[in-house]
């Protein structure tokens, strides 16, 4: 059997998650890393030097752009040239990949710069309704927010009445960056969604969004006009796409497209953005991040 037809074998029984070439996971083998192409359920199709020569048995770790790693034992399926295949001895958590494939399409659409060597302070144990009501935000507000799911508490989610919810510093960011879109005409439910995309892409948050002092939110499609359905199928496919069948999936990612927020970056005081986040748009809100974040930081002192 041929490299091709083990290849094709595995890509009709586990589907194959591909990654942008600036984004790629990698595979730790002792103090050697390579670059994985596109990775399954059942094995990596990784790149090498026509030189490396790999043993019968792998035995190593995979880690992802956002950080999280997973140890693996496989052995080679095929090699050329200076591409290899590697076939896991047991396979990935179908939920895990699943979660990945959301983050790099997010990522890639968002084009968040590569910091690997920056990492977000450790956020508190946690703060709590107190702290964001000093924050300016009235209690009837918080409470309703959190029933709709507007906000989430990323420490703690009180399961009874006698719980409380505890957040994060950066759930308290983004808390407050939610009711500003809010003040700038942006509907709660759609100013929810943007920020939850913005999170998801972090999978860490913070680790890139404490960087960058701007963002931009491109208006496409009005959002109201969206049917009720496929604004549920587009939350739904942030938190568990399974839940959604094939069409439904691909739909939603489709309309997720329309409200993707970007990372501008700062060049000598020049901000860029990629021209295709102006596509179809009527206009563009740009965000200044950084502000939000010291406003909030100067209040919890």
């Given at each position: 059997?041929?490299s091709?037809?083990?290849?094709?074998?595995?890509?009709?029984?586990y589907?194959r998650?591909?990654?942008?070439?600036?984004?790629?996971?990698?595979?730790?083998?002792?103090?050697?890393?390579?670059?994985?192409?596109?990775?399954?359920q059942?094995?990596?199709?990784l790149?090498?030097?026509?030189?490396?020569?790999?043993?019968?048995?792998?035995?190593?770790?995979?880690?992802?752009?956002?950080?999280?790693?997973?140890?693996?034992?496989?052995?080679?399926?095929?090699?050329?040239?200076?591409?290899?295949?590697?076939?896991?001895?047991?396979?990935?958590?179908?939920?895990?990949?699943?979660?990945?494939?959301?983050?790099?399409?997010?990522?890639?659409?968002?084009?968040?710069?590569?910091?690997?060597?920056?990492?977000?302070?450790?956020?508190?144990s946690?703060?709590?309704k107190?702290?964001l009501?000093?924050?300016?935000f009235?209690s009837?507000?918080i409470?309703?927010?959190l029933?709709?799911?507007?906000?989430?508490?990323?420490?703690?989610?009180?399961?009874?009445?006698?719980?409380?919810?505890?957040?994060?510093?950066?759930?308290?960011?983004?808390?407050?960056?939610?009711?500003?879109?809010?003040?700038c005409?942006?509907?709660?439910?759609?100013?929810?969604?943007?920020?939850?995309?913005?999170?998801?892409?972090?999978?860490?948050?913070g680790?890139?969004?404490?960087?960058?002092?701007?963002?931009?939110?491109?208006?496409?499609?009005?959002f109201?006009?969206?049917?009720?359905?496929?604004?549920?199928?587009?939350?739904?496919?942030?938190?568990?796409?399974?839940?959604?069948?094939?069409?439904?999936?691909?739909?939603?990612?489709?309309?997720?497209?329309?409200f993707?927020?970007?990372v501008?970056?700062?060049?000598?005081?020049?901000?860029?953005?990629?021209?295709?986040?102006f596509?179809?748009?009527?206009?563009?809100?740009?965000?200044?991040f950084?502000?939000?974040?010291?406003?909030?930081d100067?209040?919890?002192?």
């Open positions: 059997m041929t091709a037809e083990k290849e094709t074998i595995e890509k009709r029984k589907p998650l591909k990654f942008d070439s600036e984004k790629m996971p990698v595979l730790k083998l002792g103090d050697k890393e390579y670059e994985i192409e596109n990775i399954s059942g094995g990596i199709r790149l090498k030097g026509r030189e490396v020569l790999f043993e019968d048995i792998v035995d190593g770790e995979v880690v992802f752009p956002d950080g999280e790693s997973v140890k693996i034992e496989g052995t080679i399926a095929w090699e050329h040239e200076d591409v290899v295949g590697l076939s896991f001895r047991d396979i990935l958590s179908e939920d895990m990949l699943d979660e990945k494939e959301r983050v790099a399409f997010l990522q890639t659409k968002i084009s968040i710069p590569k910091l690997a060597s920056f990492e977000a302070p450790d956020p508190p946690g703060y709590t107190k702290d009501m000093a924050l300016g009235s009837d507000s409470d309703e927010w029933e709709k799911g507007y906000i989430e508490p990323s420490v703690q989610r009180a399961e009874g009445p006698e719980d409380e919810n505890f957040f994060s510093r950066f759930d308290l960011y983004a808390v407050k960056l939610f009711k500003y879109l809010v003040d005409s942006i509907s709660e439910e759609k100013a929810s969604l943007m920020i939850k995309i913005l999170v998801l892409a972090e999978k860490k948050p680790r890139y969004l404490y960087e960058n002092a701007y963002l931009a939110f491109p208006n496409k499609v009005d109201d006009t969206i049917p009720e359905g496929m604004r549920n199928n587009m939350k739904t496919w942030l938190v568990d796409k399974n839940k959604l069948t094939e069409g439904e999936r691909k739909n939603a990612k489709e309309s997720l497209k329309n993707i927020p970007a501008l970056r700062e060049n000598n005081k020049i901000l860029s953005i990629s021209s295709s986040v596509n179809n748009c009527t206009d563009i809100l740009v965000v200044n950084k502000k939000i974040r010291l406003q909030v100067r209040t919890l002192k």
